[in-house]
């Protein structure tokens, strides 16, 4: 199994930042994708960003320029740097890593707890 552990949320005025951080922990065999999913008041979870454990990086059109995804694969741990952030960006952001246990089967996916993200105008 494993466990991640969010920091980093909180309250800002729109225009500033924050720095999410995840730290994966446990019986961790090969984590191939780690990245960042929000889900704001009555709508769908939605991916932010994500990064593979080689640092090819994917993000959402509405972030793309303003955020940042990396990953230190020494701590197992993967980073949001969220800058010039608005009230849209208002969200439960979840961190996610994808853990690869054999190649003839599909890569398991583990979910951190959430952390509050608002962004005020």
């Known amino acids: 199994q494993v466990q991640l552990v969010e920091s980093g949320g909180g309250l800002v005025q729109a225009g500033g930042s924050l720095r999410l951080s995840c730290a994966a922990s446990?019986?961790?065999?090969?984590?191939?994708?780690m990245g960042w999913y929000r889900q704001a008041p009555g709508k769908l979870r939605e991916l932010v960003a994500a990064v593979t454990s080689g640092g090819n990086t994917n993000y959402a059109d509405s972030v793309r320029g303003r955020f940042t995804v990396s990953r230190d694969n020494a701590k197992n741990t993967v980073y949001l740097q969220m800058n010039s952030l608005k009230p849209e960006d208002t969200a439960v952001y979840y961190c996610?890593?994808?853990?690869?246990?054999?190649?003839?089967?599909?890569?398991?996916?583990?979910w951190g707890q959430g952390t509050q993200v608002t962004v005020s105008s």
């Open positions: 446990g019986s961790i065999f090969n984590i191939n994708v």
């Open positions: 996610h890593a994808d853990e690869v246990r054999s190649p003839y089967s599909p890569p398991r996916r583990y």
